[in-house]
Every structure is written in C-alpha cells, then in structure tokens.
C-alpha cells in the first residue's frame, strides 16, 4: 500500500501520530525516574493510592505535545492526575522537583524549544478535567497505569486513548518494562532482549506494535486457541495465571502472550475509563473482544467511569462465549 492510501484509510492518522509522541516522550520521564524512584516522589492520594512525580510529568508532557502538534483541534482531556494536591503549601517541593523533571525531558529531545513555569506544569495538568461524555473528540489519560507496579519496578503503561461521538477510535499503551516477541524477532535478538514496546490502534486498521526507541512497526494478532487446544490443555499441563500490573496485560493479550484476561474488582468499585480505553481498542484491533460481565461492550461514553456491569472480560471470538458462560454461573452461584 502506497503511504498515500495508508493515510487515506486511516482517518486519524495525525491524531495518532501525535499520541505516540507523546507516549514515547512520557515514557522516556517514567523511566527515567523508575530507575532511581525515592520515597519523596510518592504520594498518597485522597483515596490511599500512590501517585509519584513521574504520574504527574507524564500527564503534563502529553497534554503538551498533543496541543502543540494538533494546533487545529480544539482540545478536550479526561485525565487520571489533578493539580490540587500539588497547590497545596507543603507540596512546593514535589512541583519543583516535577517542574525540571518535564523541563529536562524537553530539552533531552530536541522536538520543542520551551521551558515551562510551575505554573504552566499545574494549568497543564488541570487540561485533564474534562467529562468526556458522548459527543465530540476526548482524549483520556492515564499518564501511569499500574502506579504500584511502577514502585515495585515492574509492570506499569503509559495509556492514552481517543474518544469520538462515545467510541474509542485509537489507543496507544507505552510500555517500558514488557518485552515484545514482535519488535524481539525483528531486532534478531533473543526473547526478554529487546523490553520496551509501544503498542497503538485506530479502529479498522488493526493493531501494531515497534520498540518504544523506535523500529518498523509490526501488526500483531490476539492467539487463535479454540475450544479444542483449550479442551486440550485443560487436560494436560495448566499454565499458572501471569498476575502484572496495569494494561500491560491488554498489549500482552493483543500480541498473543495469554488467552483469558479477567478483571473482577471489589463489589461497588467503579471502574474507571483511563484503565481500560487505550488496553481495550488494541485487543479488539488485534482480533480480540472486550466485554462486560453480561456479555456487553464497554461503555466509554458515560463521562470519567464505566458505567457498567462488574468485571471485564478479555479473549479471542472462540473462547468468549465460554468464559462469560463460566463467569455468569460463578456469579449466579455467588448470588
Ligand atoms: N479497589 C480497586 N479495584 C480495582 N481497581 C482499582 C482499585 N483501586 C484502584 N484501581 C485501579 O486499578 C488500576 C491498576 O490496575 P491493575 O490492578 O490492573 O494494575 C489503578 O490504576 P492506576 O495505577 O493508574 O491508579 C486504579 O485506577
Ligand atoms: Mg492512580
Ligand atoms: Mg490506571
Ligand atoms: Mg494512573
């Protein structure tokens, strides 16, 4: 396909050139600061879950870079991060320390000849507060998913996804920490070498990964383990359930590393539209579906939470039906 008709084809094709830009510098903040995380760059948010300084860069380099390379559009953000407990007195320190975290990210890149005030890193941050809803264009952020596997050192994605008239159309997951059999094979070296992959979708145009440094993008495809191989491995050797933080799982999933992923929270936690947007669309793109407990899709276009049915389901078209059949007899036993 000539790049004339790829770029025809695909609709958001600027939209999703900005968000991996954007995704790939975030990242580049989040690893950065992973390497050397200190207890004074973790906080405790109003609900007892930990926020750290690369939450907060993230989201501010990506609100960034998608208003300076989407100049035209008018720009709406539902973000995870808020500015407020960093307006606070005793919080000065912190926003400094985030102030020259982004600065030096910036000027480590060459893209963008700018410095930003504390001032502009809180207005950038409070760019997240927007509803989404419905109608119109919404990003939504979640500048790090899986905060707590991001202290641990593990797994943890950089999740931003776009939201048009309610439907997720495009989905991008940096992941630092996962390595990727696509960008392994073609690197030619061997598994667990190459860690750091970026995963992106647009709908219609499937699903892709390449490294998080850069390299020819690879389309990659959910496994096609039918009822029979799955009869059949039920009989013989299980494999034990892989526990990983964040929708690190999604992209894991989309590039065939597992069959099944079950999200089942607590009774009357909400779920929330960052953790699943950008890990969602890149599963079904790579021939997967997303549901909810009863077998609906996900609602993104109900505002900042997933109106929905408890539990969230992940496979491939074969093993669905079977799952939810299985998930809905737990449930009705449980009742
Ligand atoms: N009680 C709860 N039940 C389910 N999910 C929760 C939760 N408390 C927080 N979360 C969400 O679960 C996300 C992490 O998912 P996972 O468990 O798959 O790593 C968190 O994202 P953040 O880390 O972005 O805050 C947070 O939004
Ligand atoms: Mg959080
Ligand atoms: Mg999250
Ligand atoms: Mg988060």
């Not at 993230?58 to 559009?73: A, D, G, Y």
């Not at 964040?246 to 099944?260: E, F, P, R, V, W």
């Amino acid at each position: 396909m000539s790049q004339l008709t790829e770029i025809a084809a695909n609709p958001y094709a600027d939209e999703l050139a900005a968000a991996k830009k954007a995704v790939s510098l975030a990242a580049r903040l989040c690893q950065r600061v992973q390497q050397g995380i200190l207890q004074s760059d973790i906080q405790s948010k109003a609900d007892r879950t930990p926020v750290t300084v690369a939450d907060y860069g993230s989201q501010v380099l990506i609100s960034l870079v998608l208003k300076k390379e989407l100049l035209s559009h008018s720009f709406s953000m539902v973000a995870e991060e808020d500015s407020e407990d960093l307006r606070k007195d005793d919080a000065q320190q912190i926003l400094e320390h985030i102030t020259s975290l982004v600065n030096e990210t910036i000027a480590n890149d060459d893209s963008y000849n700018m410095s930003l005030s504390k001032e502009d890193v809180l207005a950038a941050l409070d760019g997240g507060k927007s509803e989404g809803g419905p109608s119109g264009r919404h990003w939504i952020l979640d500048p790090i998913d899986g905060t707590k596997g991001f202290i641990r050192g593990d797994q943890y994605a950089v999740a931003l996804g776009l939201l048009d008239e309610g439907k997720v159309v495009l989905g991008v997951l940096g992941c630092p920490n996962l390595p990727s059999k696509s960008t392994n094979k073609h690197n030619g070296s061997s598994s667990g070498d190459q860690v750091g992959s970026l995963y992106f979708a647009t709908i219609g145009c499937g699903a892709k990964v390449q490294a998080l440094e850069g390299s020819e993008p690879q389309k990659i495809t959910i496994c096609s383990r039918d009822l029979t191989s799955s009869i059949a491995e039920k009989l013989g050797v299980q494999a034990p359930p892989v526990r990983m933080d964040s929708q690190a799982k999604y992209a894991a999933l989309a590039q065939g590393d597992g069959a099944i992923y079950l999200r089942f929270s607590g009774k009357g936690y909400k779920e929330r539209v960052w953790d699943h947007a950008a890990g969602s669309i890149i599963v079904t793109e790579a021939g997967g579906m997303v549901k909810d407990a009863s077998g609906n899709d996900l609602d993104f276009s109900k505002g900042r939470y997933l109106d929905r049915d408890r539990g969230i389901i992940a496979t491939n078209r074969y093993l669905m039906p079977m799952v939810l059949k299985a998930v809905q007899e737990a449930i009705d036993e449980e009742q």
